[in-house]
C-alpha cells in the first residue's frame, strides 16, 4: 500500500477525543497563509434527476469520473451514468447510507480544519507543498481514497464505522475495525507522506521496509498531533496496548531468528504485510508488527539524536545508520 493508490484505510475528532498525553508539542503555524475548500460531490450528485445530468456531472469531475469511478472501464459514459442513476435511487442508499454519512460528517467544518492544520504543520517543514484540493463522495462503497499530487477523494460512506447500518463487504473485519471516522485525517496523511520519504529500494531487507514504514508514521504524528499511536498505525486500542506490554517477546523474536537483515519477499510479506495476526509470534501478535517496530525505531533514534530535522530523517535512506544509531531498546509498557 504504498505511492498514490487507491487505498484501503483506513466522529469524534482527533482533536476533541485524543487524551492530553497523547499531543505532542508542534510549532505555531497560525501565520502560515493556507486555506482548503472541501467539495461535496455526493450533495451535488443526490440531487441531479437525470442520466443526462450526470453525464454533464462526469464531465465537470473528470477525475472523480475516471479514476474514483473507473469511467474508462464502460464502453460509454451513458452506461455508467445510467447505473449510478440507478445507485443514487436506491431507496437503502439514500435513506440509509447517504443519510448516515450526513449525519456523521456533518458539514464538515471539523474534517476541514483538521487538515488544514495538518497542510500547514506539512507546509511549515516543507515549504514547497503545495495542499491538494479534496473532495468527498459517496458511491455505495465503489472506492474508499484516491490521492494524487493536487487532490484527494474521499469515499466517505467507507468511514462511518461500527455505527454504520451497512460496510463494505469485500473487506475483512480486521481490516473493516479500521474504517472509523477519526481515523481518516491520519491516514490520509500517512500516504500523503509518500512524497516526502525517501527510501532505497536496493537493499531489499526487512529492516530498510520497517524504517521506511517507521519514517512514514513518525511523520503522521507530527502533522497530526493528537492522533494516538493505535490510529496512526490501524490498530486498536486493545491491540496496541497488547504489542506495547509485549514489546521485549516481539523484539527478542525478530532478534533470534535473524529477520531484520532477512531480504526473503515471502518472509518480509508475513512480518510486514496485511494479516489478521502473526502465528509465528504468538496468535495474538497482529499483522504488520515489523512496521510498529520500524516506527519504534524511528521515534527512538529521533529522540537520540535532537539534532535531526524532520526533512533530514525523510531524506535518509540509511536504514542501517538510522537502526544503529536509535539505540533501540524494547521495553514492555
Request: include cysteine; hydrophobic fraction near 40%.
Amino acid at each position: 500500500m504504498r505511492r498514490y493508490k487507491c487505498i484501503v484505510i483506513l466522529f469524534c475528532f482527533l482533536q476533541s477525543c485524543a487524551t492530553e498525553n497523547e499531543c505532542i508539542e508542534t510549532p505555531d503555524v497560525s501565520a502560515i497563509d493556507l486555506s482548503i475548500k472541501v467539495t461535496r460531490l455526493e450533495r451535488d450528485l443526490f440531487q441531479l434527476k437525470s442520466v443526462d445530468e450526470i453525464i454533464l456531472f462526469f464531465q465537470k469531475y473528470p477525475v472523480f469520473s475516471n479514476y474514483f469511478i473507473d469511467a474508462y472501464e464502460y464502453p460509454s459514459d451513458t452506461i455508467l451514468a445510467q447505473r449510478t442513476f440507478q445507485m443514487i435511487n436506491e431507496p437503502h442508499i439514500t435513506d440509509t447510507l447517504y443519510s448516515e454519512t450526513l449525519q456523521t460528517f456533518g458539514n464538515l467544518e471539523e474534517l476541514t480544519a483538521q487538515f488544514e492544520h495538518s497542510f500547514k504543520l506539512i507546509k511549515h517543514y516543507f515549504p514547497e507543498f503545495n495542499p491538494p484540493q479534496i473532495q468527498t463522495a459517496v458511491t455505495a462503497f465503489y472506492k474508499d481514497l484516491f490521492l494524487s499530487d493536487t487532490l484527494i477523494i474521499v469515499g466517505i460512506d467507507h468511514y462511518l464505522g461500527k455505527n454504520g447500518t451497512y460496510h463494505p463487504m469485500d473487506i475483512p473485519q480486521y481490516i473493516l475495525d479500521r474504517y472509523e471516522p477519526e481515523n481518516l485525517v491520519p491516514m490520509v496523511i500517512y500516504f500523503l507522506s509518500n512524497r516526502f520519504n525517501m527510501v532505497n529500494r536496493t537493499t531489499g531487507t526487512l529492516l530498510a521496509e520497517m524504517i521506511d514504514f517507521g519514517k512514514a508514521y513518525y511523520f503522521t504524528k507530527k502533522m497530526v498531533p493528537c492522533a494516538s499511536d493505535a490510529q496512526i498505525v490501524g490498530y486498536s486500542e486493545d491491540v496496541m496496548n497488547d504489542v506495547e506490554e509485549n514489546q521485549e517477546i516481539i523484539w527478542a523474536n525478530f532478534i533470534q531468528n535473524e529477520l531484520i537483515y532477512e531480504t526473503s519477499h515471502e518472509v518480509k510479506v508475513k512480518f510486514i504485510g496485511e494479516r489478521p495476526n502473526i502465528p509465528e509470534i504468538g496468535q495474538k501478535c497482529p499483522g504488520r508488527i515489523a512496521a510498529w517496530l520500524g516506527y519504534e525505531i524511528v521515534k527512538s533514534y529521533m529522540k537520540e539524536n535532537a539534532d535531526v530535522t524532520l526533512p533530514t530523517l525523510m531524506r535518509d535512506t540509511d536504514a542501517v545508520k538510522i537502526f544503529m544509531q536509535s539505540k533501540y531498546k524494547p521495553q514492555n509498557r
